[in-house]
């Protein structure tokens, strides 16, 4: 079946300028994760959604940074006025499982976002 | 805050030889999940291995097992007869605050020699 798609791949942004990044999760998966991941470092938490509820945003670098699953199966990360720090990759992940730990996370490509 | 450590930040190996990935971890709960991905160049990131931190036994998959030491915070990946495949960055990861979040170490990337 199909894997984690994410949208754009790329996107290059001009910073001031409010950008969001789409994730389609695996069919029936549960949780779905954000992480960002600056070059040459590995991926830290941004924010968690089991289902529709977002349990844990507590990686969310500022309130620039906002993420909605509505529905709870499409997510978008939204970051308002775009800084030269937010460029990185962002990957999304999901699981089947809730809340409970070590199911494995399928992870998505990633979109990279270089703010100018 | 709970960290992993991953303290090479390159490995080589040759083809068909063994290789051992570091890692270490802190931790002050008593349940909890470790992992090892891989991601290769420009493609997607993917689970290695996993281990249970209740379970003694060492996790193997194929060519690849964990030397988990609980009481040392130490989960190291060994990988037998190395791969051209096998080429990648190397990511260990740790469970966190009883939930599912993943917390990383910076990683280790890997080059397999023909």
């Known amino acids: 079946g199909a894997g984690v798609s994410q949208s754009p791949r790329y996107k290059v942004a001009k910073r001031g300028q409010d950008v969001a990044l789409r994730c389609d999760p695996i069919?029936?998966?549960?949780?779905l994760f954000w992480y960002q991941q600056a070059l040459g470092q590995g991926p830290e938490f941004l924010t968690y959604f089991q289902n529709e509820a977002q349990l844990d945003k507590s990686g969310l670098p500022s309130d620039r940074f906002f993420a909605e699953r509505p529905e709870g199966s499409v997510s978008t990360l939204k970051i308002q006025r775009t800084q030269q720090e937010d460029s990185a990759v962002y990957l999304c992940?999901?699981?089947?499982?809730?809340?409970?730990?070590?199911?494995?996370?399928?992870f998505g490509p990633g979109t990279r976002l270089t703010v100018t | 805050a709970q960290t992993v450590t991953q303290s090479q930040p390159e490995m080589s190996v040759q083809e068909a030889e063994t290789v051992t990935l570091s890692c270490t971890y802190d931790?002050?709960?008593?349940?909890?999940?470790l992992f090892w991905y891989k991601q290769p160049p420009s493609r997607q990131m993917i689970l290695v291995i996993r281990?249970?931190?209740?379970?003694?036994q060492n996790a193997t998959e194929n060519r690849f097992s964990v030397n988990f030491q609980k009481a040392a915070k130490s989960f190291s990946l060994k990988i037998s007869d190395s791969q051209l495949g096998d080429a990648a960055m190397y990511f260990c990861?740790?469970?966190?605050?009883?939930?599912?979040?993943?917390?990383f170490g910076k990683g280790t990337k890997l080059t397999v020699n023909p």
């Open positions: 931790t002050s709960e008593s349940d909890y999940y």
């Open positions: 992940a999901s699981s089947l499982a809730t809340a409970s730990p070590g199911p494995e996370q399928y």
């Open positions: 281990q249970e931190a209740y379970k003694q």
């Open positions: 990861a740790s469970t966190q605050g009883g939930s599912e979040k993943l917390v």
């Open positions: 069919s029936g998966h549960v949780s």
